[in-house]
């Protein structure tokens, strides 16, 4: 059996929505440089739909296929929707990561949902704090 999927093979050689948003309604970053994966988020959002995403990552293959699977399963949903993304939502739509790659999709996840907190925040739009991570305290970059 293969190390990754063709699914995880084919978002990290032809990776889908690459590049930054101008003017950003959202941006999420997270990662850092000690545990090696870094992403940011950017999203445009309308009437509560994100109608366009983008990212960059600087990371391995599994942080890439994570960030472009992620990015493709938000785009045209609305916020709650994509509040609601799961890593595990994003590994088994990757057709499955390694168990040490596993954080890689925790990273999509969260560089979501720190984007969705950062639209938000500029919209001063009300929310529970616990809805999201504490970045700065990542368990698995620590």
Avoid at 49 to 78: L, P, Q, R, Y
Avoid at 83 to 101: C, W
Avoid at 112 to 135: E, M, Q, S, V
Wanted: glycine fraction near 6%.
């Amino acid at each position: 059996m293969a190390l990754y999927s063709e699914k995880v093979m084919d978002h990290f050689m032809h990776p889908r929505n690459v590049g930054v948003i101008e003017n950003a309604d959202g941006v999420g970053e997270v990662g850092n440089a000690k545990c090696g994966d870094i992403m940011k988020i950017y999203l445009k959002i309308e009437n509560d739909i994100i109608v366009d995403v983008k990212f960059e990552t600087f990371g391995c293959g599994s942080a890439i296929a994570s960030s472009s699977m992620a990015t493709e399963m938000i785009k045209g949903k609305n916020i709650h929707e994509a509040m609601a993304l799961t890593n595990k939502a994003v590994a088994e739509a990757l057709d499955g990561l390694p168990a040490h790659k596993l954080h890689c999709s925790v990273l999509a996840e969260e560089a979501i949902k720190n984007a969705l907190k950062d639209y938000y925040d500029r919209n001063n739009i009300p929310y529970d704090d616990k809805t999201f991570p504490d970045c700065e305290h990542c368990a698995h970059c620590e």
